[in-house]
């Protein structure tokens, strides 16, 4: 018996149920890609970010920018970017970005979830169908008779719905705690770089100043007005000089 013959014999719950298949398919498929792509470079940025934040803070700056498109290299980079340096500062860029990456990493949860809660039953709605349908086809006479093998028949084909449901439910509820488990694992190595570039940030801060002084002498040098040429201000308080003074009151 053929896939196609199983799945015409369980009756019309097989095409949610075969909905459901395809969602939960495309779900696992893009995240186990988007996994694979983490854990096999996650472990060499985080390295690579901590050994120059120990001697340059802008090498491991310029080292976690070039790692943002990867969950941990925006993780961090987010407080080496910030121009304010304190601690506080330092400290709320890595948990703001944590609870935003994680977050990210859920993203297909809520359709596994939904297709473990409603592949069984759509499974069970269609083999009580089933179940009704061959029933109606016994007669009271007919018990004990060879008619009544049909039926029998029947009822085996409509436990098939039952039996796909259960399939994938089954194969999402795997996948699903496959992911949860990755994102455990993430909430960990997140808090460990996390407090391993904390401990390298209260041990030697980095020094912005250069920066900042940098800065003001862009915008200062943008701001900037050519003196007029040399004249006497009418509005100024200065004194004025002696042939200003012979020139205006020639009497003295």
Partial sequence: MDILDLFYKGGPA?????ALSILALSVI?????FWLRILTQEKEIVERVLDAAS???QAAADIARQATNQPIGRFLYAPLRLVKNDAE???LALEATAEDEIAGMRRGEKLLEAVIALAPLLGLLGTVLGLIQSLRAIRIGDLGTEST??????IGESLISTAAGLIVAI?????YRLFQSFIVNQVKVFRKAGNDMELLYRQSPPDFSNNTSIVLRESSRDNFTPPRKRGRNKFSSSPESPEENDSINPEQ
């Avoid at 097989?14 to 075969?18: A, F």
């Avoid at 498929?29 to 890609?33: D, H, V």
């Avoid at 194969?171 to 996948?175: G, S, Y």
């Fill in 55 to 57: 001697e340059n803070w």
């Fill in 89 to 91: 500062s330092f400290r």
């Fill in 171 to 175: 194969v999402a509820l795997v996948f």
């Fill in 14 to 18: 097989m095409w949610p149920l075969l």
């Fill in 29 to 33: 498929f893009e995240r186990l890609w």
């Fill in 149 to 154: 093998a049909g039926v029998t028949t029947g």
